[in-house]
C-alpha cells in the first residue's frame, strides 16, 4: 500500500508474477474495500489472493521510529507479522525501506552472530550470469571490519542461492586495488575475509574498485551502505541517462530514425539488459526470514520481479542455508578477532 504506484500496479506485478510461476500464492495486506476489487478484475489471480485487512499504510514520509510505536496496523507491520507467524515464506514490500527494516528486524530478529542486517542487490554485470550481488547499499551506513566480513559470508550464501554459483568470489570494495589503500576498517576486513575463504566456501578476489561493480572480476562485490547506496543510484541514474541519449541521437535526422528502424531488435534486447525493473528487489540478509525490498516506483514488471526473486529464495531454503552459514562461521570470526586483539 506504500508504493509510490499505488495497489493497482502491485496486483498487476502479482497477475504477471502467477504467469510465470502458476504455483504462486500471495496474502495481501491492505483495506480490503480497496484490494478486493482489483484482485477480481484478474482472472488468472482466481483462488491465488487471501485479503488480509490492515487498515494504516506506512507513508514514505513516516520516520521508522513513529513506525515503531505507532505502526501495528499497518499493512507494512501485518505483512511481516505473517512470515513470523509462518503463513508466508516471504515478504514483498515497495514502501518506506527504513520503516520496513525497523519492523523487520524488531518481528523476525537478527539471526545469531550477525551485527548489522545487510541490503544486497543485483547489478548488472559482464559475467555469465549476468548480475552480481553487492551488499549493503542502505541498510547500515556504518560497518566496522567484523560487519564486513558477515556481508562476504551472506553475499557468498545469496549468490550460491540466488543465482546457482558454487563458489562465488568475493571482492571488497575500496579506492584501489592495492592492499596498503583505504580505510583503517577495510585492511582489517580484507584480512578476515582471506582468512574465511574455506570457512565460507568462496573465492577472494581482494581490494575492487567502482568499475569492477557491473564487471568480471567478482560475483559478490562488498562494502558499507553509504558507499553502495550512491553507487547504486548512480548506476540507475547513468542507465537513464543512456537511455535518454541514444533516444535522442535517434531522433536527430532522418536517416538516424531509420537507422533506429533498422536497430530495433538490437536495441530492444539492450533495453531488456539494463533494464533496472527487471533485477528489482533488495533482498534483507540477517534475518530470520525473507524480505524483499521493491523499489518504491515500481511498475507491475518491477513487482513482479521482486516477487520472482521472493519465491525462488523461498524454494530454495535460502534461510536455513543462510542461518547455517553464519551459525557456522560466528565463532571462528570471534576466535580470530580475539586472536588479533591480543597479537
Known amino acids: 500500500m506504500g508504493g509510490d504506484t499505488g495497489p493497482a500496479a502491485v496486483v498487476a506485478g502479482l497477475a504477471l508474477a502467477t504467469k510465470e510461476n502458476p504455483d504462486i500464492g500471495f496474502i495481501l495486506h491492505g483495506p480490503k474495500e480497496t484490494l478486493e476489487p482489483l484482485v477480481a478484475k484478474r482472472r488468472i489471480l482466481r483462488g ?15 520516520k521508522p521510529s513513529h513506525v515503531m510505536r505507532n505502526g501495528k496496523g499497518t499493512s507494512m507491520w501485518s505483512s511481516i507479522e505473517s512470515v513470523r507467524d509462518g503463513a508466508a515464506l516471504a515478504a514483498v514490500s515497495c514502501g518506506n525501506t527504513g520503516a520496513l527494516m525497523a519492523i523487520s528486524m524488531i518481528r523476525l530478529r537478527k539471526l545469531p552472530g550477525v551485527n548489522r542486517p545487510a541490503i544486497a542487490i543485483l547489478f548488472p554485470s559482464s559475467n555469465p550470469q549476468v548480475f552480481n550481488v553487492m551488499l549493503d547499499v542502505g541498510a547500515d551506513v556504518r560497518a566496522d571490519a567484523r560487519d564486513l566480513l558477515q556481508y562476504a559470508l551472506m553475499g557468498a550464501s545469496y549468490a550460491r542461492n540466488g543465482l546457482g554459483l ?8 575500496n579506492v584501489g586495488t592495492e592492499e596498503h589503500k583505504g580505510r583503517a ?5 580484507h584480512g578476515l575475509i582471506g582468512a574465511h575463504t574455506e570457512q565460507g566456501s568462496f573465492d577472494f ?3 575492487v574498485e567502482g568499475s569492477d561493480i557491473p564487471g568480471n572480476r567478482a560475483d559478490v ?6 558507499t553502495g547506496n550512491v553507487a547504486i543510484k548512480t548506476g540507475e541514474g547513468t542507465a537513464s541517462l543512456i537511455g535518454d541519449l541514444l533516444r535522442q541521437a535517434f531522433r536527430h535526422s532522418p536517416m538516424s530514425r531509420l537507422a533506429s528502424v533498422l536497430a530495433i531488435s538490437s536495441m530492444y534486447r539492450l533495453k531488456k539488459r539494463i533494464d533496472p525493473r527487471r533485477v528489482n528487489g533488495g533482498v534483507f540478509l540477517g534475518l530470520n526470514g525473507i524480505v524483499v525490498k521493491s523499489h518504491g516506483g515500481a511498475d507491475a514488471t518491477g513487482v513482479s520481479a521482486a516477487v520472482r526473486l521472493a519465491y525462488q529464495l523461498a ?11 553464519v551459525a557456522n562461521t560466528s565463532e571462528l570470526t570471534d576466535d580470530t578477532t580475539e586472536q588479533e586483539g591480543q597479537d
Do not use: C, N, W, Y
Open 48 to 62: 491465488r489472493v487471501v485479503v488480509h485487512d490492515a487498515r494504516d499504510v506506512v507513508s514514505m514520509e513516516d
Open 166 to 173: 558454487p563458489r562465488p568470489r568475493i571482492g571488497l570494495l
Open 185 to 189: 576498517e577495510l585492511k582489517e576486513a
Open 205 to 207: 578476489v581482494g581490494f
Open 221 to 226: 562485490i562488498v562494502t558499507d551502505g553509504f
Open 315 to 325: 524454494q530454495s531454503g535460502f534461510s536455513a542455508k543462510l542461518a547455517a552459514r
